[in-house]
């Protein structure tokens, strides 16, 4: 069996989108932005089976997507579990959430099993909650914008557009240097897509906002809106030593590119314990887990 598993390209844009649309997920995954983005770095490929889609990271060591799409979708994985099958491969499927899992349940009684990772759940928040930051819980998150605004009263917010991408861009490569990206190689991938992403926000249809402080950008956010009623921010730099500049750019970007919408998802931490910490800080109103499902 044979699949045209297909190179992700800007012209999919419409097509991918779609099927995302219809099935308004939460997840920062789930959008053509993210998968376009990050495909070189895991090899990311898609196909249409039976009506849904589906993607392929990795062929050597596969790893497929929950199918999406309103086909049959007992009949789509039973084709999906042939193709690992034929291949001696095992069955690995990931980005799983748990309806998605117990819609599966439902079809294949007792024949998988998902393992959750704690590292790579999304962290969701009310975005009138980033935005006013009430509460004595984010007491400490208005003191740091208070300094920030005291400090730099010339500051302003822009939303990034071709006039100033410029900017962003050499913001980004003196961040780049300050954190040592070249030293470590999820921060290298990282940095590359963000590069990516700012180059070709018009394209993807990113939504970009910075943050300037003595007429420098200090910072700067990408995102875009979810398929449902949760806005994404996909990427977000500042320079640590400008206090405050987090926090700011975190609120002005919700305040003006994501309104409308109830929920923010800032994406998962990764297990790194500072990034935890921090988004753990904003009080996230939910987690949503993301597991593998292997066979049984």
């Known amino acids: 069996m044979e699949f ?21 997920l ?15 770095h895991y090899k990311i490929r898609y196909t249409i089976i039976e009506g849904m889609l589906a993607f392929l990271s990795d062929e050597e060591r ?8 309103e086909g049959d979708l007992k009949k789509t994985m039973d084709t999906i579990l042939t193709w690992f099958e034929e291949r001696e491969r095992p069955f690995k ?51 740091h914008i208070n300094k920030f605004k005291e400090t730099y009263p010339d500051w302003s917010y822009e939303a990034i557009t071709s006039e100033n991408t410029q900017e962003c861009l050499e913001m980004a490569q003196e961040w780049r240097i300050r954190n040592g990206c070249d030293e470590d190689e999820a921060k290298d991938a990282e940095f590359c897509v963000t590069l990516k992403a700012l180059k070709l926000r018009e394209e993807l249809e990113l939504k970009g906002g910075l943050l300037r ?18 806005f994404i921010v996909h990427i977000e730099k ?18 003006h590119e994501a309104a409308g919408y109830p929920y923010v998802n800032r994406e998962e931490d990764t297990g790194a314990e500072g990034l935890r910490k921090a988004k753990l800080s904003y009080r996230p ?12």
């Open 4 to 24: 045209n598993w297909k190179k992700i390209e800007l012209s999919d844009k419409d097509v991918i989108q779609g099927y995302y649309r219809r099935a308004k």
């Open 26 to 40: 939460q997840n920062c995954e789930s959008t053509f932005a993210n998968n376009y983005l990050w495909a070189p």
């Open 62 to 69: 596969p790893c497929v997507s929950f199918p999406l799409g």
């Open 93 to 143: 499927m990931n980005l799983v959430n748990p309806s998605q899992f117990a819609l599966l349940e439902e079809l294949y009684p007792d024949k998988f099993q998902i393992e959750y990772n704690r590292d790579y759940s999304d962290y969701v928040y009310e975005s009138e909650k980033l935005l006013t930051l009430s509460g004595k819980r984010l007491h400490g998150k208005r003191n």
């Open 213 to 230: 402080a003595d007429g420098r950008v200090v910072a700067f956010t990408l995102g875009e809106p979810g398929s449902g009623d949760t």
């Open 238 to 255: 500042a320079f640590a030593d400008v206090q405050g500049a987090y926090p700011m750019i975190n609120q002005q970007f919700v305040e």
């Open 285 to 296: 109103v939910m987690l949503l887990e993301k597991g593998i499902i292997r066979l049984k």
